[in-house]
């Protein structure tokens, strides 16, 4: 299914990307021969009254619009205003800018619409901090309400990891501002090369603060199907007791004893119908991104209830939940932007960077968690697709666009031995960038 995911997951950015070329040039007058979702000989294919044809092709790592275009065939003199290359570079650059465009406004509905929609989110006060952290150094304390980092405000724990996500790999002091017995103050956060090194870096465990959170029941909500703990007999609603002979006291506690079990017996004592019971799990060996492997059982426990002053409601208008997306959106544009600079100054790790395989794994996880996260993935990969095509490297609409304002400035286009120069450049460029991508997918499988 992982697989069906993805397929899915690229087509509909590919649709959205395309769409944007296609719908543009369309309109600047250009004659669009073939939209394609896809690479490879059709499988399916159909015209418009307008000559277009699109289609379905096997090969689900892309597509494209092919328009008129002399430079790739003979084009008739009754044509010839219809033709790509005949328009200005005002309306080339128009064309060429569309699908990335595209992309962002995909974001911009996306994260509106859930904005629009609501959210409970947990009041981000600490709970405990990490010793000799930078929270801790800092000099954050349990109960303190984490209200702001640097310029960025920090209603929910979600928040302060995006905000922190744009201080990895820095050396600075962020002011971080936390509420304490009803007093705001600024607290100087000291970063050095924080997390430069990390593989998937987690910004809370790196700044060294635990959540305030409301105790997990011990009771279970879902056993995954063909699991370890299917297997074991454990059905929703029983009550964990104990592992191995040890009382399980909290679901961090039974966590910890399952993530250093792979592959090792476990004896579960449980609760059902209130009679006591016992068995032996398995748990499976799965093996995370940074290359550790870990047990997993299967199960998910009953969402915990948290007292009503620990939960922030926010539900915007509709006027503000779209420039809540459009925020949300630039603020994705500005990180991924940064987050490159500083893999290519060696301030963030290129482990991080991650290709096809990876994203399907996501697609995969992220449609299994239910539509609303598998949305937000789509979200998140239109800005990151949309930013890519928009690098100033030729093979993308970035070096397109850039071959056309040079174009512009010089009244005359580039000379065609530069452009060359160019495209082979940016095919070393991008098949690099695809190598250490994959080097990186298949290392964390």
Do not use: C
């Not at 990969?381 to 100033?392: A, D, K, M, Y």
């Amino acid at each position: 299914m992982t697989l069906v995911y993805f397929i899915v997951a690229i087509s509909i950015l590919v649709v959205i990307h395309e769409y944007g070329h296609f719908w543009v040039a369309r309109r600047a007058g250009v004659q669009v021969l073939r939209f394609s979702v896809g690479f490879g000989k059709p499988l399916f294919s159909f015209k418009d009254r307008y000559g277009t044809e699109f289609s379905l092709a096997p090969i689900p790592l892309g597509g494209y619009v092919k328009m008129l275009d002399s430079r790739e065939a003979p084009v008739a003199d009754h044509l010839k205003h219809q033709e790509f290359n005949s328009k200005s570079p005002w309306a080339r650059i128009a064309i060429a800018s569309a699908g990335p465009i595209a992309n962002f406004l995909f974001a911009i509905l996306v994260y509106a619409v859930l904005f629009w929609g609501g959210s409970k989110e947990f009041i981000p006060v600490v709970a405990d901090t990490v010793a000799e952290s930078p929270a801790a150094v800092a000099g954050v304390q349990p109960g303190d309400e984490l209200v702001a980092i640097g310029d960025e405000p920090t209603p929910s724990w979600q928040s302060v990891s995006w905000a922190l996500l744009s201080y990895i790999g820095e050396t600075r002091t962020v002011d971080l501002v936390v509420l304490r017995d009803g007093v705001e103050q600024t607290l100087p956060l000291r970063l050095n090369r924080w997390l430069s090194e990390e593989e998937g870096p987690d910004p809370l465990g790196g700044l060294g603060v635990l959540p305030r959170l409301p105790e997990v029941p011990l009771v279970l909500a879902q056993v995954m199907e063909d699991s370890a703990a299917a297997k074991a007999g454990l059905q929703p609603g029983d009550l964990l007791v104990a592992a191995n002979g040890e009382k399980i006291d909290d679901w961090s506690t039974w966590v910890d004893l399952i993530r250093r079990s792979a592959g090792q017996s476990v004896v579960v004592e449980y609760e059902r119908d209130g009679r006591l019971f016992e068995t032996e799990a398995f748990p499976h060996s799965v093996t995370l991104d940074s290359g550790e492997k870990v047990g997993q059982i299967g199960v998910i426990p009953v969402s915990p209830k948290a007292p009503d002053d620990w939960v922030r409601e926010i539900k915007p208008g509709p006027v503000q939940a779209v420039w809540m997306g459009i925020d949300k959106t630039w603020s994705l544009i500005v990180l991924t932007l940064d987050s490159l600079w500083k893999m290519l100054t060696g301030d963030v790790s290129v482990k991080n960077l991650s290709g096809p395989i990876t994203i399907a794994k996501v697609a995969g996880d992220s449609a299994s968690s239910g539509l609303i996260v598998f949305v937000n993935f789509l979200a998140l990969l239109s800005v990151s697709l949309g930013v890519l095509n928009l690098l100033p490297v030729p093979m993308l609409d970035g070096g397109h666009i850039l071959f056309y304002t040079a174009e512009l400035l010089r009244g005359k286009p580039l000379p065609e031995s530069v452009q060359i120069a160019a495209v082979k450049v940016g095919m070393m460029l991008l098949l690099m960038l695809m190598v250490v991508a994959f080097y990186n997918d298949i290392s964390r499988l």
